[in-house]
């Protein structure tokens, strides 16, 4: 079992330009969680995904992010014209199941792909 | 929205002693999760806690939950230097939605 997968692990953009990160779940792992961590601070929320729905994107910027979870392939975080404050970690991570009665929901992280917005 | 305070926040402590993490959160949950990360690196997960009063133990690290106070706690004993890492508390939310991490307590182990 590969666990999360995520890439670019580390990416460097030019303000203005585009970056798109990819994530991997799990084998078996439906649910999708994308985090961002900026230097020397906690997890923020950003989104939550199954496939092919965006289940809770309350965590993420109004304009310029977008994420998507197709039916084939891995998750991807998209931010548009990025500008220096986008620099941070983004952790992507996976579970198999939700809900409160569905008893403890662990996530499993990914490695991170680090941006580097010059 | 639901809000998860550690303290402290930064801990450097001597190799052998014993210490305490807390971690408070701001609705109900009983769910509480525990996650360790080295620099540079992903989040482990090391404990999970799902009801009132759960204690589970690895090692030299303990982890308590008490839903009615809205806290849990991570204790160290007989600290050692390969215990330095940030050490995460989380919380979902009752939907199962959002996991809510604490600020991170980042811990130093010194001989």
Same mark, same amino acid.
């Given at each position: 079992?590969? +666990?999360?997968?995520?890439?670019? !692990?580390?990416?460097?953009?030019? !303000?203005?330009?585009?970056?798109?990160?990819?994530? $991997?779940?799990? =084998? +078996?792992? $439906?649910?999708?969680?994308?985090?961002?961590?900026? #230097?020397?601070?906690?997890? =923020?929320?950003?989104?939550?995904?199954?496939? /092919?729905?965006?289940?809770? /994107?309350?965590?993420?910027? =109004?304009?310029?992010? $977008?994420?998507?979870? #197709? =039916?084939?392939?891995?998750?991807?975080?998209?931010?548009?014209?990025?500008?220096?404050?986008d620099s941070a970690a983004y952790f992507c991570a996976s579970s198999p199941f939700t +809900?409160?009665?569905?008893?403890?929901?662990?996530?499993?992280?990914?490695?991170? $792909?680090?941006?580097?917005?010059? | 929205?639901?809000? *998860?305070?550690?303290?402290?926040? &930064?801990?450097?402590?001597?190799?052998?002693?014993?210490?305490?993490?807390?971690?408070?959160?701001? @609705?109900?949950?009983?769910?509480?999760?525990?996650?360790?990360?080295?620099?540079?690196?992903?989040?482990?997960?090391?404990?999970?806690?799902?009801?009132?009063?759960? *204690?589970?133990?690895?090692?030299?690290?303990?982890?308590?939950?008490? @839903?009615?106070?809205?806290?849990?706690?991570?204790?160290?004993?007989?600290?050692?230097?390969?215990?330095?890492?940030?050490? &995460?508390?989380? *919380?979902?939310?009752?939907?199962?939605?959002?996991?809510? &991490?604490?600020?991170?307590?980042?811990? @130093?182990?010194?001989?």
């Open positions: 079992n590969a +666990g999360v997968m995520q890439n670019p !692990r580390h990416l460097v953009r030019r !303000r203005g330009q585009e970056a798109r990160l990819r994530c $991997s779940p799990m =084998k +078996g792992h $439906s649910h999708v969680y994308w985090y961002r961590q900026l #230097p020397e601070e906690g997890l =923020k929320f950003m989104v939550y995904l199954q496939k /092919e729905n965006i289940i809770d /994107e309350s965590g993420m910027p =109004k304009e310029r992010f $977008s994420a998507e979870f #197709p =039916k084939e392939g891995p998750s991807i975080l998209r931010i548009q014209q990025v500008v220096r404050g +809900g409160q009665d569905s008893g403890a929901n662990v996530l499993t992280f990914g490695a991170g $792909s680090r941006l580097t917005v010059l | 929205e639901l809000k *998860v305070e550690q303290n402290p926040l &930064f801990l450097s402590m001597q190799e052998g002693k014993n210490y305490t993490i807390y971690c408070n959160y701001s @609705t109900t949950s009983d769910r509480l999760y525990w996650y360790r990360q080295d620099p540079g690196k992903s989040l482990e997960s090391l404990f999970v806690l799902l009801s009132n009063g759960a *204690v589970k133990q690895e090692g030299r690290l303990m982890a308590s939950l008490d @839903t009615k106070a809205r806290l849990s706690t991570l204790h160290i004993t007989a600290a050692v230097h390969d215990l330095s890492a940030t050490y &995460f508390c989380a *919380v979902d939310s009752n939907t199962g939605n959002q996991f809510y &991490f604490g600020t991170g307590t980042s811990l @130093t182990v010194i001989p």
